[in-house]
């Protein structure tokens, strides 16, 4: 089991950067593959950015292509998601998700159900 606490959201500017971190509880987070969602208000939560276990292969929702990086330091059992470039529209609660992967096997996994665990979300908002 892991707990996975976000952090790093705030109220920023169009245009301003923001990176959000996650960090897990338990001495296996290098067997999770990790992923962040976002929800916006009225809205159902949506795949924003996957990787796998060893940081090698990513994966990104289309709008988030080339203005957001995800990235995982297994020594700090911590993913990040650096966000450049944000829009009015990044506007939503974050969540860090993960999956268990014991034989590092799976394929990047994109929708809510393959995730184990989830965290309590950090919200970004930004203005335009």
């Known amino acids: 089991q892991v707990q996975l606490i976000e952090s790093g959201g705030g109220l920023v500017q169009a245009g301003d950067s923001l990176r959000l971190s996650c960090a897990a509880s338990?001495?296996?987070?290098?067997?999770?593959?990790m992923a962040w969602f976002r929800q916006a208000a009225g809205y159902e939560r949506e795949f924003v950015a996957a990787?796998?276990?060893?940081?090698?292969?990513?994966y990104y929702a289309d709008s988030e292509k080339g203005r957001f990086t995800i990235s995982r330091d297994n020594a700090k059992n911590t993913v990040y998601l650096q966000m450049n470039t944000l829009k009015p529209e990044d506007t939503a609660v974050y969540y860090c998700?993960?999956?268990?992967?014991?034989?590092?096997?799976?394929?990047?996994?994109?929708?809510?159900?393959?995730?184990?665990?989830w965290g309590q979300g950090t919200q970004v908002t930004v203005s335009s």
């Open positions: 990787i796998n276990r060893e940081g090698t292969n990513t």
């Open positions: 338990g001495r296996r987070f290098a067997k999770y593959a």
């Open positions: 998700a993960a999956e268990w992967d014991l034989r590092g096997l799976l394929p990047i996994a994109t929708t809510e159900d393959d995730y184990d665990y």
